[in-house]
């Protein structure tokens, strides 16, 4: 895991998202190919981002967390500002195209 992106569970998700004004959550799954590379590109993001909280969520472990935020196609990267959903992105995200989405 990461130093930059950390992984946690629902309940900490909602204490995350309402310590922080703005939080980019991955939903992904372990077995997951695309979540696999998707991993080191947020890392490289996120080292370099201030002032976003970075976060992945195991949809498998965290079924409520997947379904409250309606998650149906992994990866599911959601940027949540001052606790309402701002953007979402489905899928591989170029690192270019992940700075763009976080910048929002």
């Known amino acids: 895991m990461s130093e930059f992106v950390k992984e946690i569970n629902g309940a900490e998700l909602k204490e995350i998202i309402a310590k922080n004004d703005k939080v980019l959550v991955d939903f992904f799954a372990t077995w997951c190919g695309p979540c696999k590379m998707l991993a080191p590109v947020l890392d490289k993001v ?22 409250e935020f309606g998650v ?33």
């Open 46 to 67: 996120a080292a370099k981002t201030e002032g976003v909280a970075f976060v992945k969520v195991d949809i498998d472990k965290n079924v409520d967390a997947a379904s």
């Open 72 to 104: 149906q196609v992994i990866p599911t990267l959601v940027l949540v500002e001052k606790g309402e959903e701002k953007a979402r992105e489905r899928g591989f995200v170029p690192e270019s195209a992940l700075e763009e989405f976080v910048r929002q």
